[in-house]
């Protein structure tokens, strides 16, 4: 049986448990990532003794509930052991809202349409060879960049200076985003499930990156490099910092997408396997016809 809860209602012991046990090691669907990502605005579909769940995180659109992906949310559908059911949870979801757009992570059996790839790497084997396996010009770009500079760990601060810094029309465009961001990375940061690192080159910052960590899965949640210096290979060298620092452990890098061509590509140089999860929504006629109404004035 699948029981809808209130955020109030759900024992996060149980719920963080389940979270646990579920095979990707994604951070998304802990109760304190979803209670930063959503300012604690979702509720959740829950089988008996939390064996298996999906989180709802919530929004209203002129007076619409629906359910949503939150922007630091790359994955989310349903979570658990044993035989997923991810059909009956769809079928809840569709009789209870009547409009929706989520994810379900790669481990879900639903299959949609919109199908995107995400990119990971194994790291329980050597760095040694790890980086013998990234693509010719990567090992040469990193060397390059290891001659010039360093990482190091930066405040969130500086993190988000540069950030606004160099990639200044996403920032300032996606102020709602950014928002969401810094709130997971601060709860993530508090857990010690965080790390915030840049590239100095010449005493310059250059790139920076930051990342969560679960007990099974490392995710680089946001980063950006310098237009002006992006071939001197600093972006390149603050995923090899950690791909290195993390070596030979029971872990899983995620590079977190992406499908856009020119960032796919700079991500295939590491030698990553392809990770493929899906995007179902349901559109209420209301919402639709005020979105267009919304487009033409």
């Not at 509720?43 to 922007?71: F, R, S």
């Not at 995107?116 to 790890?130: G, V």
């Not at 250059?206 to 992006?230: D, F, H, M, W």
Request: net charge neutral; glycine share 6%.
């Amino acid at each position: 049986m699948i029981n809808y809860l209130k955020r109030s209602e759900i024992n996060t012991t149980k719920w963080d448990a389940c979270i646990d046990a579920h095979p990707l090691g994604l951070p998304y669907a802990y109760s304190w990532y979803l209670d930063a990502a959503t300012n604690g605005h979702w509720d959740a579909l829950v089988t008996e003794e939390y064996c298996q769940v999906m989180p709802l995180p919530w929004n209203k659109k002129w007076g619409i509930k629906q359910v949503y992906q939150p922007h630091a949310c790359q994955q989310l559908g349903v979570f658990g052991y044993g035989e997923t059911l991810c059909n009956a949870f769809k079928a809840e979801l569709d009789q209870r809202f009547k409009s929706y757009h989520v994810s379900f992570n790669a481990a879900s059996s639903v299959v949609s349409s919109q199908c995107y790839t995400n990119y990971t790497l194994d790291l329980n084997q050597p760095y040694e060879s790890l980086f013998a396996a990234y693509r010719k010009d990567r090992r040469k770009t990193i060397r390059k960049a290891k001659e010039r500079g360093h990482v190091q760990p930066i405040s969130t601060e500086d993190f988000w200076a540069f950030y606004h810094k160099h990639d200044p029309v996403k920032a300032n465009k996606g102020k709602g985003d950014i928002s969401c961001f810094d709130d997971v990375l601060q709860a993530a940061l508090s857990r010690d499930q965080a790390e915030v690192i840049g590239y100095f080159a010449e005493g310059a910052l250059e790139a920076v990156n930051a990342y969560t960590k679960t007990q099974k899965r490392i995710v680089s949640l946001l980063g950006v490099v310098n237009p002006k210096v992006r071939n001197n290979g600093g972006g390149a060298l603050v995923f090899d910092h950690m791909i290195e620092q993390y070596a030979e452990q029971p872990l899983t890098f995620d590079f977190e997408g992406s499908m856009l061509p020119a960032v796919a590509y700079f991500l295939e140089g590491f030698h990553p396997k392809e990770e493929n999860y899906y995007y179902v929504e349901k559109r209420h006629p209301l919402l639709q016809n005020l979105k267009r109404l919304a487009g033409k004035g």
